[in-house]
Each structure stands twice: as structure tokens, then as C-alpha cells.
């Protein structure tokens, strides 16, 4: 699977994109303590481990400590729980990063399309 783990070896590496990069980094997986750290490698690799793909969270408005909260409340779910979530968050992530993308910057016209 593409998706990177949260605060795993692509973002150690500097391999996030950059929307990945800021989201994860707003949410302050880019200052983890060793101990953060490794809490959240243990996390993704149980995550792993049981669902066979990795966890995934839309991070933006995210902490730490949320974020920690999340994968400790998911781990219990269902493979087939987790799948549909999952696909929620993949969602939520487009449409954040779609709707930032969409600008509307006032032209001082008014237009109608019809």
C-alpha cells in the first residue's frame, strides 16, 4: 500500500509529500519525543499487523495526543470496520486538500453562467 504511516520512516526520511508533510508536521508528528516515536512505531505496526494495511487518519486538526487516541479506539474494530473507515479518511483527506486547491478570489464582477 502507497499510504505512508503516520510519523514513520517516509516522514522520517523526508519523503512525504508536502501536503503530507504540513499536515502531519501541524499536528506535531514532526517534534515527536523518542518516546512519541516509538509509541507511534509500535502503534503502526500493530495496526499493520492486524488489518494488513496501514492506518490511516486525516491528520488536519489533528495532536499527538488525538491522533494516539485514534489508533488505540480503531485497533479494536473489525477488518471490514476498518476498511470502510479507512476510506472515510482517504475522503476527508481529498476533500480537504481539493478544497484547498479551489480558491475563490473576488473578481469585482458579478457573472452568471447559465
Known amino acids: 500500500c502507497a ?47 492486524k488489518f494488513k494495511f496501514p492506518f490511516i487518519l486525516a491528520v488536519r486538526g489533528a495532536t499527538k495526543r488525538t491522533i494516539l487516541k485514534a489508533f488505540a479506539a480503531r485497533i479494536g474494530n473489525s477488518v471490514n470496520a476498518e476498511l470502510s473507515e479507512g476510506v472515510a479518511q482517504v475522503h476527508k483527506i481529498a476533500w480537504m486538500r481539493m478544497r484547498d486547491l479551489i480558491t475563490a478570489e473576488p473578481t469585482g464582477k458579478l457573472t452568471c453562467h447559465v
Open 3 to 49: 499510504h505512508p504511516d503516520l510519523a514513520g520512516k517516509a516522514a522520517l526520511a523526508g519523503d512525504l509529500t508536502e501536503e503530507s508533510k504540513s499536515e502531519q508536521a501541524r499536528a506535531g508528528l514532526g517534534s515527536l519525543t523518542a518516546e512519541e516515536l516509538a509509541r507511534f512505531t509500535e502503534m503502526n505496526e500493530a495496526y499493520k499487523t
